[in-house]
């Protein structure tokens, strides 16, 4: 049998001021980002919205022989014009549509008659790599390529305020869906620690964007989704192993059978979630421009829920359950036997010190 | 136990089998030609709906009429004007809206000119929506002059913009249009409205859902009462010449379907030249409107079945359901005009007082009936759409992303499916059937239900795929931990799927629930996301836990009696 880890004994909770602390200089930093660069004048803002949330312009143009959509997102690139989408128009042969996101420019360009100036002279000018362009009521050269630009129109956001706001209910909604479940399934500790890990993934994918103004269009949106999917499996993977060792060793703490716990799930851990970021990372490598903010979101998810697991949900679900029960233990100090019964609540209190002797002693 | 296995197996074959037919199975007549692989490939094409970033489909470009819609704000407040002037028991000769051109006015007359200035004043703080920086006044002799401002015109341009943006959205969802994309097009003050959508089977039905106007107005009929039948013209001119030469500003003449054309998803019918209509003089403004709606249903009138004999019953909010109820109270005996973008459909009697339902007849099919329900729920457009330019579009993702975004699926499997059977040897085959089962499972759901994939469906079914890894390396992990422990091969089975049993329950549960969640209350990639998700991770609870037990039973009872070694 052929096994990466057998047999581990890592005290993962010894470490978990040193996670927690990670964890939140990463957020810290993601916020900063966000808020130096929004309130910072003239530079990026906090995020980089893509044409999806902004809206932009959108290029028709005609071609004597029409590029594939790879070379001219290539072209326009190169021209300085980055995460465009490229659509091809089918009852038309040689026509295309491009949409590009707002533009930076030099010129003041709040007003959308600029932007679309803009948008228009940069698409000109990567297209004519192709060939020359000709106006509009001309006929094309018979020699070589040549284009034309037929129109140009701004456009506003497909994403409005609407749906963003729809998908961050809809998305508390589930969470609470989560919390319910874990709470009826566990304990309620084990739900709210397993709800906050979700956010502490969400916030900090978020913050990475921020830092280096990946583009967030409507993909994100499903990724964001999937990673909390991802990262709900993945706690409650070692909350049942949790649930399952409480039951058989009565005697334990609940720091150490935790410890146990991560470290009975760490093969499945590494195996699962190292196939799943392989996976994610071939996307990110061969998954091509349109679909690299989706794959980069998972990918910095699916590193985050793993870890978080391990180091967020189980320690604060752990440090929450010890708050509980020692306050219960003071409220009725004269309480008898407290066995019985099974669940984590009505485990015996365990003070620190006791946890570290048994943790040693292992 | 050889029983057992042999129940687990057929099961197992008839749901791959059908899974597999749905699938790949062409819905023509089988040729042998459609299992080649490019016929295969063809077939899966025609099977999968996909979506507008995956597969394109049309690209609308339409336009808001604001004349239109500024036409009628113009007369709503000339009536509201009157009403204030009536209510305040001011000498009025008469208040009518007046466009000319770009102008838009609303002209009081008054018998004097002693309280004009105090009327100038009042009346538009009695008003409702009236906009005290949309119309300048002017007085001279006995009249007061509104006229719209230049720049109030642009902004009501672009609430009615918004307002059509949002109407449309709730519309296509409402019909199940799989994300569509919508959004405001060319300058600010042009008033365009860009939809692209999946390619449709029906796309001239969803267009005319997205502009049908369902402009519902609940009117009184001038002149009979019940029982004499209600008083027709049969022609407009006849009907104006009732009025004395000239409608007006408290009448209108509308055209009466006497019960006869069809209606059309929402829209009307053109009156054909030549084609006897009957028209009837109806007292203006309306009782209440479309606006006052609180729910519109399509009923069947008598329940013999077929796909006729359709109405649309209505129920008023409370608001609007008071006016109403007083308004009949007052009128019983009265014909009353239920009008439907300026035609009567019909023109019941009132028998006594009612408050707060109604209904639409006029030989409605049940699909123009459901769709006029439809368009009359999420409200009546502020004006009228023209569509400016219709074209096929290719996928909003790009050809080229799709293809590379395959490459990527295709070599992260071939990892997955690699990896596991290194790591699990032969019972990682176990966990390959499984995930390939799945994945037919996922699409053959997606099929059943109609469902449109695009790239959250994508990243739905990745997931899932991902959960369906899971489970299996759950399972695997726990029968070697048993097998450690000195367990012997099938107890270590038994256990390990007990024990993994447990994990995968709570976990496949609770991301059922979240989204089943943001599949009630989301729309569009929400929705996309979550149709995958659970499809996949039904699937997976089949493939996971069953089929691979079968298949280690299968391995158990090949090797009669103790089995001392798995591969594992």
Known sequence: ?362 | MKKNLLQRVIIIAIVTLVGLWVVIGPRHKPTLKDFTLAGINNTLRENINLGLDLRGGSHLVMQVQVPDYLKRVTENVANGVQTAAREAGYNVKSVRPEVSGDNYRVILEAEDNSKLQQMREQLPNKVNDFGSNVWQSTASGNTITWEMAGGAKDELGRRATQDALRIIDTRINAIGVAEPTLQEHGASNSHQILLQMPGLDDPERVKALITGESRLELMKVVGSTNPTPITTYPTQQAAIASLGGTVPQNRRVLPYDDRDEPTNAGQTPAPKPGEPTSWVVVESPAVVDGSELRSADAVQENPVGGDDGYSISFTLKPSGAQKFGTWTGQNVGAYMAVVLNDRVKSAPFIKSQITDTGQITGNFTKDSANDLALTLRSGALPAKLLYLEERTVGPSLGADSIRAGVTACLVGLALVVLTMVIYYRWSGINAVVALLLNTVLTLGGLIIFDATLTLPGIAGVILGIGMAVDSNVLIFERIREELQSGKTVASAIDMGFARAFVTIIDTHVTTIVSSLFLFVFGTGPIRGFAVTLILGLLANLFTAVYVSRTIFIWELSRKQGRVETLSI
């Open chain 1, 1 to 362: 049998m052929f096994q990466i880890f057998q047999n581990v004994s890592v005290d993962w909770l010894r470490y978990r001021k040193v996670f927690i602390l990670i964890s939140v200089a990463i957020m810290l930093g993601g916020l900063a980002s966000a808020l130096i660069r929004d309130r910072t004048e003239g530079g990026t803002e906090a995020f980089n919205l893509g044409i999806d949330f902004k809206g932009g312009t959108v290029v028709t143009a005609d071609f004597k022989q029409r590029p594939s959509a790879e070379d001219i997102r290539d072209r326009l690139r190169g021209a300085g014009v980055s995460d465009t989408i490229i659509q091809p128009i089918t009852d038309k042969p040689g026509q295309v549509m491009i949409r590009l996101p707002k533009l930076e420019a030099d010129e003041n360009v709040s007003a959308e008659e600029t932007q679309v100036i803009v948008g228009r002279k940069k698409v000109a000018e990567a297209l004519s790599t192709f060939g020359v362009q000709v106006e509009v009521k001309q006929e094309f050269p018979a020699e070589g390529n040549a284009f034309k630009i037929i129109g140009t129109d701004a456009v506003g956001a497909v994403a409005g305020e609407a749906l963003r706001n729809q998908a961050v209910a809809v998305t508390l909604l589930a969470l609470v869906g989560i919390l319910l479940y874990i709470a009826f399934r566990f304990e309620w500790t084990y739900g709210a620690a397993a709800v906050i890990s979700v956010f502490h993934d969400v916030l900090v994918t978020l913050g990475f964007f921020s830092i280096f103004q990946f583009e967030i269009n409507l993909t994100v949106i499903a990724a964001l989704l999937t990673l909390v999917g991802f990262s709900v499996n993945d706690t409650i993977v070692v909350f049942d192993r949790i649930r399952e060792n409480l039951r058989m060793h009565r005697r334990s703490t609940l720091y150490a059978v935790t410890n146990d716990s991560i470290n009975q799930t760490l093969s499945r851990t590494i195996i699962t979630n190292g196939l799943v970021f392989l996976s994610v990372l071939a996307m990110v490598l061969f998954g091509g421009d349109v679909l690299r903010s989706f794959s980069v979101a998972l990918l910095i998810g699916i590193i985050f829920g793993t870890y978080s697991s391990i180091a967020i949900a189980s320690p604060i679900m752990v440090w929450w359950q010890q708050r509980l029960e020692s306050g219960k233990a003071q409220a009725t100090p004269a309480a008898g036997t407290r066995s019985g019964g099974g669940g984590a609540q009505k485990r015996p209190a365990a003070g620190t010190r006791n946890e570290k002797a048994s943790a040693a002693a292992r």
